[in-house]
């Protein structure tokens, strides 16, 4: 099958009706794949071309040509089956986002006069309220016989009249970014132009599986990522929910090798990926960083792609088949589009708007030029009218115009509105501000409607200063509006609340407003714990800014005591993931536990609600008790958000009932690799620790003149935990030379995988001197499992209880693992201060100086009696308290000292 295309003969119908009428001619060809919670759907093209034709000819008898259908549903293989029938019909077909308010569906459903609506049950309700006339047929009923069933209305026989290329097909309500939407019809013809410009593009190949991650009733993914792949004959992948895991999974599982969908998405990927190489050490930071600079300058400079190769094992563990990154819906950022072709994707980029059905330009694969969105297809002509332009624009910069086959004809019921974006010669005025290059690249740089025009006569567009402030990790996001002729911003901060969290706000906006013109400086901001109004595809909805501004405004702090997010508010994928009975669980937990946090699917489990490392483990626990659900810890690593916990947990087997606690059943919860670390050395291995620890010595005693106090005060055997300060790398090599050889055979060491586990080298030292792996964030069972496995055996350990170096050689708050082992085991717990290492060594410094460097060994303290001694919700915290406080003491004296 052969392409939709512009030529329209009436005798056939328009170049639509055939693509639709085609669909069975590919038989068993998958059409679609759909994931699911623990597997996925297929569905072939013979499959669902005949039910799209029985279906067709259902509506087209009780329907009037011309008139809308509504949809309004999760998307799936129903939903599509229903948009390709209607559109067969002779019907128009209306696809509307799930998440419309009540105001805004009751405007929809009565400007657009619809009386039917395809639906799910989920939202019969609501529509039983909104549209009582009106005839719902519910998409998730299956059976046949079902009253209100799609397949009720499906004819297995009888003819479908040809459909005229100028009759409306499509109606789609714009976003409502500036204010309430709109209604664009769009014709046959519109669309048949569209899907012959995609088929032109070389986006995708024959063969291709197009990975489609957004909501259908957006004109992009229903005409680009929808409607254009089925007329090419290609496979779409639908991911079961837009988490993180579900992407990947679709992609790899999915075979996928080309994606489209929106910037924010391939923000996350991109984002993803490195956070993933982050917590594999700096070792593994810096060596992707070269890679990445090595392909980003083979790419720039001789057009070569080094991507697939440097990153052979990124493109493996996304199955090695993804080629083509697809963008469009709001502008791609160019450095961005620059980092994913050099990770050896190809980028392309389209723009378009509803009301041009929606491509007007397109940057094709392999032709990347960033910052522009390419040129202007063939058939569509653009150009520029500077007298739209503010002043103080730059030269050619003016309001974007355009005509083409893939025009709409005029607004539904607005002929004034229609007026003012079309000319008597087709020319539509985009209300976007841009200017075409030599080359005939289109450069956009803002819409007329949202500019800011200072006093001073400055033109400010506010999406591009929003990234600019939205950079500050304080700022999950902003947006910008003019009060007063002076810029104010509406601000949801990084972190849920708190007592300073206002001044950590003004810091972080003074701090990006330095590096900024003075024009583009806030001059006043309100705080939010609510997401900021955004349409489906991710753009500020302006129009409803001033009124959130101003309601924040009002409530002060307040506004960041908010509750969790009710159902009703979430999307319907969300609200998918909620059926499942552990995600519902964790989120009750959640909401339990922070009840005036604004706890939403979007947010950061540790930035924005402080779940640290030992949270983690209340959390596992909790939910291994209540659902038999075990999290492991390279699923816990994985985890960044509410809805990326929600994605493991319906990944994750079902374990026992009730999970085993690291600290009190060990052996339980390590494998056989880890239990590795504990097996006693032996002959060669144990000499190699000797002579180590001997070299050690000698080092630190020379080069950094080691001197060492209150070494008589050790415990002379049996267990113990040696809790020492942490400023320096040197630390450890300082304690180890300052012990005698016999006790550091007896002891095992704490070691953070990040440094003590990052290369083949240092995992063999790690083994030769007994360093057990501790990762404090994402490993945290098996770190404490391991810890507690060691005092069980009887030996001791070398702990440093900061879990990380202090920047300023001052001592940090504690992490609570050390209060819970020595809850457990009630060892002699013996505080270590070192002093010097911080000035030797200190963070940021690669080569260190020759200083002189004090360990102090300070007399062993009874748990029991610092668990009496500290202040805390139970006894871990209170030792932990009052270890700290002990340690915080001695390390000041030792210094007097």
Excluded at 205 to 212: A, C, I, K, Q, T
Excluded at 225 to 251: D, E, F, H, K
Excluded at 688 to 713: D, K, P, W
Aim: hydrophobic share 40%; with cysteine; net charge neutral.
């Amino acid at each position: 099958m052969s392409a939709a295309t512009t030529a329209e003969d009436p005798a056939t119908g328009s170049s639509l009706d055939r693509f639709i009428d085609a669909l069975t001619e590919r038989g068993q060809h998958p059409l679609l794949q759909q994931f699911q919670a623990q597997q996925s759907q297929r569905h072939t093209y013979g499959q669902i071309g005949e039910q799209v034709l029985a279906l067709a000819r259902g509506v087209q008898r009780r329907v009037e040509p011309g008139e809308a259908v509504a949809l309004l549903g999760s998307e799936g293989p129903a939903w599509i089956i229903a948009a390709l029938a209607i559109l067969r019909s002779g019907a128009v077909v209306m696809p509307l986002d799930v998440q419309l308010g009540d105001d805004t569906l009751a405007h929809v459903l009565e400007d657009s006069g619809v009386r039917w609506i395809f639906t799910t049950t989920r939202q019969r309700e609501r529509l039983t309220r909104q549209a009582p006339q009106a005839h719902l047929v519910m998409l998730d009923e299956e059976d046949e016989e079902a009253r209100v069933s799609w397949r009720s209305l499906m004819q297995k026989d009888g003819s479908l009249p040809a459909n005229d290329s100028a009759a409306p097909a499509a109606l789609f309500y714009t976003s409502g970014t500036t204010g309430p939407p709109k209604g664009v019809p769009l014709s046959h013809a519109n669309l048949a132009f569209q899907l012959d410009t995609l088929a032109r593009t070389d986006i995708t190949h024959p063969g291709d599986r197009v990975l489609l991650p957004l909501p259908l009733h957006h004109v992009y993914p229903f005409v680009i990522g929808m409607l254009g792949p089925l007329s090419l004959g290609l496979t779409l992948v639908i991911p079961y929910a837009l988490t993180g895991p579900q992407l990947m999974r679709a992609i790899r599982d999915g075979h996928a090798t080309v994606i489209i969908a929106v910037p924010r998405l391939y923000r996350s990927l991109f984002d993803g990926i490195t956070a993933r190489v982050a917590q594999r050490g700096r070792m593994a930071r810096a060596l992707f960083q070269g890679l990445l600079h090595l392909s980003l300058v083979a790419r720039k400079r001789w057009g070569v792609y080094l991507g697939r190769v440097l990153f052979r094992p990124l493109h493996a563990q996304m199955g090695g088949q993804l080629r083509v990154l697809a963008s469009g819906g709001s502008a791609l950022d160019p450095s961005l589009a620059w980092q994913l072709e050099a990770l050896g994707w190809q980028v392309a980029v389209g723009y378009g708007l509803t009301e041009t059905a929606p491509l007007l330009t397109v940057d094709p694969p392999g032709q990347l030029r960033p910052g522009t969105v390419g040129k202007a297809v063939p058939g569509v002509e653009l150009r520029i009218d500077p007298q739209a332009a503010p002043e103080g624009s730059k030269d050619g910069e003016g309001e974007i115009l355009a005509r083409g086959p893939n025009i709409f004809a005029g607004y539904r019921n607005q002929p004034d509105k229609t007026r003012a974006v079309l000319s008597d010669d087709g020319w539509f005025r985009s209300g976007d501000l841009g200017w075409l290059d030599a080359d005939g690249y289109l450069h956009v740089s803002g819409r007329v409607s949202t500019l800011i025009v200072t006093e001073g006569g400055e033109n400010i567009q506010p999406d591009e200063l929003e990234a600019r402030y939205a950079e500050h990790p304080a700022i999950k996001e902003l947006g910008i509006l003019q009060r007063n002729n002076q810029l104010a911003a509406l601000i949801v901060p990084s972190a849920g609340g708190g007592d300073n969290m206002r001044a950590r706000i003004r810091d972080a906006v003074g701090h990006i407003a330095a590096e900024l013109p003075s024009y583009q400086r806030l001059a006043e901001f309100a705080l939010s714990a609510k997401p900021l109004p955004r349409t489906r595809l991710g753009k500020i909805q302006r129009h409803s800014l001033e009124q959130r501004y101003e309601q924040a405004q009002a409530e002060g702090d307040q506004a960041l005591q908010r509750e969790p997010l009710a159902l009703e508010e979430m999307s319907a994928e969300d609200r998918n993931l909620l059926e499942h009975p552990a995600v519902r669980r964790s989120w009750e937990w959640l909401a339990q536990r922070y009840p005036k946090r604004g706890l939403t699917p979007d947010s950061h489990l540790q930035l924005e609600l402080g779940v640290d490392s030992l949270e983690w483990l209340n959390l596992t626990l909790e939910l291994g008790q209540r659902t038999g659900v075990e999290l492991s810890d390279e699923a816990i690593g994985r985890i960044e958000t509410v809805r990326d916990l929600w994605q493991e947990l319906i990944d994750a087997r079902g374990g026992a009932a009730t999970l085993a606690d690291p600290i009190e059943h060990p052996e339980r919860v390590l494998d056989e690799k880890k239990r590795r670390w504990l097996q006693p050395r032996h002959g060669v291995v144990r000499a190699s620790a000797s002579t180590l620890y001997g070299l050690n010595r000698l080092l630190m005693r020379g080069l950094f003149r080691l001197r060492v106090y209150g070494r008589e005060q050790l415990p002379e055997q049996g267990p113990m935990i040696l809790a020492c300060n942490h400023a320096s790398y040197l630390d450890p090599f300082a304690v180890g030379a300052a012990l005698p050889t016999a006790r550091l055979h007896t002891l095992y060491w704490g070691g953070w995988t990040g440094v003590a586990f990052s290369n083949p080298l240092t995992l063999m030292g790690s083994r030769i001197v007994q360093i057990i792996p501790i990762d404090p964030e994402q490993g945290v069972r098996s770190s404490l499992a391991l810890a507690a496995a060691v005092l069980e055996r009887d030996q001791g350990l070398i702990w440093f209880p900061e879990g990380g170096r202090s920047p300023s050689g001052e001592l940090q708050d504690f992490r609570r693992g050390i209060g819970m082992l020595l809850q457990r085991f009630s060892v002699p717990v013996v505080p270590v201060y070192i002093r010097g290492s911080e000035k030797a060594l200190p963070l940021g410094r690669r080569l260190p100086r020759l200083t002189s460097i004090k360990v102090h060994f300070d007399a062993a303290l009874d748990p029991k009696q610092l668990a009496q001694q500290g202040e805390g919700e139970d006894e871990a915290a209170r030792i932990v308290a009052a270890l700290h406080r002990h340690m915080a003491r001695g390390l000041a004296e030792s210094g007097r000292g």
